[in-house]
């Protein structure tokens, strides 16, 4: 039975039913008695396999078909009227194709299926910052997920009212046929068609298409900002607490930051980490001319490779219970889960990720094709198992940034840290990242590409406009954040990482938030601030960068090198994307950083005054 009179819910829902035929619509009303339901039908079909009750209670495992492990870049469409505001950096289909392809595709699909109808909020129901969506899916998992990485039920529709407005979202699975694969964004019409997968990305469509996609839209049409970002506190020994927005790439390293916990002699100083999101940031221009910000989602949809206890405790400890696992191995011996990185020893009985018998003895790590679990296999946890969740997650106000950090996964050429001079310089660094690709979307894993604010695969139109509205927003923010952009991932000549990252990313955080506050100097150099070796805290690193060879003062410094050659080259190669691309609608503010670097980098004889 429909639990709304909401005229536009309804038609949005009939229209869908109509479409696809499905035997029967079921409403999400977000009950614990509904939820307990859908999860015994789904073991019983196969869908989940449900995990040892004492170990990891309310958990459960989910294999996706083979080839749908992650997202499809090239199957993902902006589909604005006209090409231009959809920009050269995404895929575009004029509306009226997309649909008409899509209905084609979708028509008749639920037949002899269940359609489920699931309304779901972005944030905190009833808070100022948030934004409704009703996704129909013929996807049990869909649904799981859904409840656990939003807010879900009939307090969305209360909240909606008669009349309220929403994004609509249909979900087709249909026989997962990857040739016919296509996730459709409709910003004009606040309307996403996912059909033929049921892999996270693609398909909760609350996450990358809703919260960034079509939410980037929104905001620069209403002057906010949605972010590829985690959000984490720092609570200083003193008890202050300062905030921290930070958009790496897909898989490079949110979680991890997100839930850092400090090394033991910071702990024993009192400082704490804790964590407000891990992957999406919505911001907005606040009365007192600060940054804030909220987190949309609801849990964690996080990489399981290399999360362990002593990498990644509290994501570790989130997956716990209520977690749905996705593409990991399973532990027959216990019917736990595990995956690389997981522990040193390998499990003797395990279920590889395609649901076949693992071979612990074949094992090789760099062999992705011996592994037990999928690169990009994935936990979707509740926010509210991790430890270190942040009072202000869940709440209705949101938090004042203090710093935005950019970064991406370099193997040379980006320091460690450094500063940008301005907030428009910080727009630039922005623009300008750059980062190996991961497993996170489909296609080759390791290749350097132009990802600019990690949001390459997520910005709803034009990147040209998307860097504008970066520019004009900090004309709208009276006390802006310092912009940083951090590398944790440089490695030596025999691929090693040079810098030991995770917890220890917190001597860096403490570097970047003396420089907010003005207490610590900066060595200015071509590209900004670049930090003096001797202020970043190596004290007490126990790790080694090779055999024998431990972290110190010059290891730290090699990190920390400009080296001008390679960073001309850098300016050469981004100028060409810049003007390969977006080229007539990057905005001057930026030209004119790349101009700078250029000067900046010149060789010593012919430097022209580096401007600031
Ligand atoms: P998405 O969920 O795809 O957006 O990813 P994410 O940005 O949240 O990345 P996540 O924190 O899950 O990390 C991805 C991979 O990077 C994992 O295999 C981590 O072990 C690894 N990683 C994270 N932080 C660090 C770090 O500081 N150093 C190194 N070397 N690896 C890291
Ligand atoms: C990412 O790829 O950045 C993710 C996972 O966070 S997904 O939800 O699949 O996009
Ligand atoms: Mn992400």
């Known amino acids: 039975m429909a639990l709304t009179k909401n005229k536009k819910v309804l038609d949005f829902v009939n229209e869908s039913a109509e479409l696809t035929q499905p035997d029967k619509i079921v409403w999400i009303d977000g009950s614990e008695t509904q939820i307990k339901k859908l999860k015994e039908e789904a073991v019983k079909s196969g869908e989940l396999i449900k ?15 083979v080839n749908d492990v992650a997202r499809v870049e090239d199957r993902t469409f902006i589909c604005t009227t006209k090409k231009e505001d959809a920009g050269p950096i995404n895929y575009w289909m004029a509306p009226s194709q997309a649909y008409e392809l899509c209905s084609e595709i979708a028509r008749g699909s639920m037949k002899g299926r269940t359609m489920y109808v699931i309304p779901y909020s972005m944030g905190v129901v009833g808070s100022e910052f948030a934004k409704y969506g009703i996704e129909v899916t013929d996807s049990i998992y869909v649904v799981l997920n859904m409840n656990i990485m939003t807010r879900v039920g009939k307090t969305v529709l209360d909240a909606l009212g008669k009349d309220g407005d929403f994004i609509k979202g249909l979900h087709a699975k249909c026989d997962v046929n990857a040739e016919k694969r296509y996730i459709m964004h409709f910003p004009e019409d606040n309307a996403i068609i996912s059909v033929n997968s049921a892999y996270g990305g693609n398909v909760l469509l609350g996450k990358k298409c809703f919260a960034l996609r ?56 009192g400082y704490k980490i804790e964590t407000v999101g891990d992957d999406i940031a919505w911001l907005r221009v606040g009365e007192d001319g600060r940054l804030w910000a909220v987190n949309p989602e609801n849990g964690f949809f996080g990489v399981a490779p290399g999360t362990n206890e002593h990498s990644n405790y509290n994501a570790l400890q989130s997956t716990k219970k209520g977690t749905i ?22 499990p003797e009985h395990c279920i590889d990720w395609t649901g076949k018998p693992w071979n612990p003895a074949k094992f090789d790590k760099k062999d992705k094709s011996t592994c037990a679990a999928h690169p990009n296999s994935r936990f979707t946890a509740p926010a509210a198992n991790c430890p270190c969740i942040s009072e202000k997650f869940g709440s209705l106000e949101a938090v004042p940034i203090s710093a935005i950090i950019f970064g991406g996964r370099r193997a040379s ?24 690709t ?62 030991p990252g995770f917890g220890d990313n917190m001597r860096v955080l403490e570097w970047i938030l003396k420089r907010c506050d003005g207490t610590v100097d900066a060595e200015e150099t071509a590209i900004g601030y670049v930090p003096k070796a001797e202020d970043i805290d190596i004290s007490e690193l126990d790790y080694e960068i090779c055999k024998g060879k431990k972290f110190d003062l010059k290891s730290l410094k090699e990190i920390l090198v400009v080296d ?11 100028e060409g994307y810049y003007n390969g691309t977006i080229k007539d609608r990057i905005p001057d503010e930026l030209w004119q950083s790349l101009e700078t670097l250029k000067n900046n980098c010149k060789p010593a004889e012919k430097t022209e005054k580096a401007s600031k």
């Open 325 to 346: 696992f996705t593409n990991v191995a399973l532990n027959t011996d216990d019917m736990t889960v595990w995956w690389e990185g997981l522990s040193k020893e390998l």
């Open 438 to 499: 991961t497993a996170a979307a489909a296609g080759a894993v390791g290749v350097l590409r132009h990802d600019p604010m990690a949001m390459k695969p997520f910005t709803g139109y034009h990147m040209g406009d998307y860097f504008a509205h970066w520019v004009n927003m900090g004309k709208k923010i009276a006390n802006p954040p310092k912009i940083f952009n951090v590398n944790w991932f440089r490695t030596d000549k025999d691929g090693n990482f040079m810098w």
């Open 413 to 436: 050429t980006t320091p460690l840290v450094y500063q940008a001079r301005d907030w428009n310089h910080g727009v630039f660094i922005g623009s300008a990242m750059s980062s190996e």
């Open 564 to 574: 001008k050659e390679k960073w001309a080259k850098e300016a050469e190669e981004l």
């Open 51 to 65: 995990l040892n009750e004492d170990l990891l209670p309310d958990c459960y495992l989910h294999r996706t078909k």
């Open 214 to 269: 079509i939410a980037s839209y929104l905001g620069r049409n209403e002057g906010w900002l949605a972010e590829h970002m985690l959000i984490l506190g720092v609570t200083f020994p003193d008890g202050e607490k300062k905030y921290v927005a930070a958009a790496f790439p897909s898989a490079c390293g949110k979680t991890n930051l997100a839930m850092l916990i400090p090394p033991k002699h910071y702990r024993e100083k």
